[in-house]
């Protein structure tokens, strides 16, 4: 059973760091690609960053430069490390997994950057 559960959120100052992490299980291998989304209050759901198998790395315009996809395939890991952080990136960030056409997505963990 695929599993996604993401951590490291929390409450930041503008212009701080946080690390935010997914595990993945039962393998990392299964899927295409990786990558995380992220939803503000009030908002849809937006693309933030993607990783693919090859280590093909995608950003959305608004976060190029300030965050930065991995992933550790021994530990099963993907991460977004998120510096220089504004408030508009304020929202819910969930993890997604792809295998061919099938998505699978984290419950999300909160970010919160205050002015």
């Known amino acids: 059973q695929v599993q996604l559960v993401e951590s490291g959120g929390g409450e930041v100052q503008a212009g701080g760091s946080l690390r935010l992490s997914c595990l993945v299980s039962p393998s990392i291998f299964e899927f295409n690609s990786l990558g995380w989304f992220r939803q503000a209050p009030g908002r849809e759901r937006e693309f933030v960053a993607t990783i693919t198998l090859g280590g093909r790395i995608d950003y959305t315009g608004a976060v190029d430069g300030r965050f930065i996809i991995s992933r550790d395939n021994a530990q099963k890991t993907l991460y977004l490390q998120m510096n220089n952080l504004k408030p508009e990136d304020t929202g819910d960030y969930y993890c997604?997994?792809?295998?061919?056409?099938?998505?699978?997505w984290g419950r999300g963990t909160q970010v919160t950057v205050s002015s």
């Open positions: 997604k997994a792809t295998i061919l056409s099938r998505a699978y």
